[in-house]
């Protein structure tokens, strides 16, 4: 008889940041960050992935990403993983050591069991790098 208990959907498994090159969109988002100036224009973009124990449950209700107070407007599932993007590694500081967890519309928590790590050290602007912690 197998007893293993499966962890809850929300509880956080790894935490990944690849560095891609822009898209389209967020090459001219990149521009208009650096003033229309092509020399100090960036050409990485940050994508955070959490993986997570189970895919999001599908409810009439919706589930906001928090990382500390800050509500992250758009990510994007791909089966038991979510990801956003940022254009900027100075945009991912103010979630350093900040509890990652998911609020229904309801008001209803669900902590992910993690904190975002200080990426300070970490990050770098070259494509193809990448970095992860895993917690579980």
């Known amino acids: 008889m197998n007893t293993t208990t499966k962890k809850p959907w ?3 498994q ?3 940041v690849e560095n891609r090159a822009p898209d389209e969109a967020d090459a001219r988002h990149l521009l208009h960050r650096a003033g229309g ?3 100090k224009q960036q050409h990485v973009v940050h994508w955070v992935i ?3 124990s189970d895919e999001m449950p599908i409810h009439s209700t919706a589930y906001h990403l928090q990382i500390g ?3 992250i407007p758009h990510y994007f599932e791909h089966g038991a993983a979510i990801a956003f993007r940022a254009h900027d590694a100075a945009d991912l500081q103010a979630f350093y050591n900040q509890p990652i967890r998911f ?3 309801h008001g209803e928590q669900f902590a992910t069991g993690a ?3 200080d990426l300070s050290r970490q990050l770098t602007r070259q494509v193809g790098s990448f970095w992860q912690k895993r917690y579980a």
């Open 10 to 12: 929300h509880k956080l």
């Open 14 to 16: 790894a935490l990944t």
């Open 37 to 39: 100036d092509h020399t």
């Open 50 to 52: 959490l993986h997570l």
């Open 69 to 71: 107070h800050e509500t």
């Open 103 to 105: 609020v229904s519309d």
């Open 115 to 117: 904190t975002f790590p």
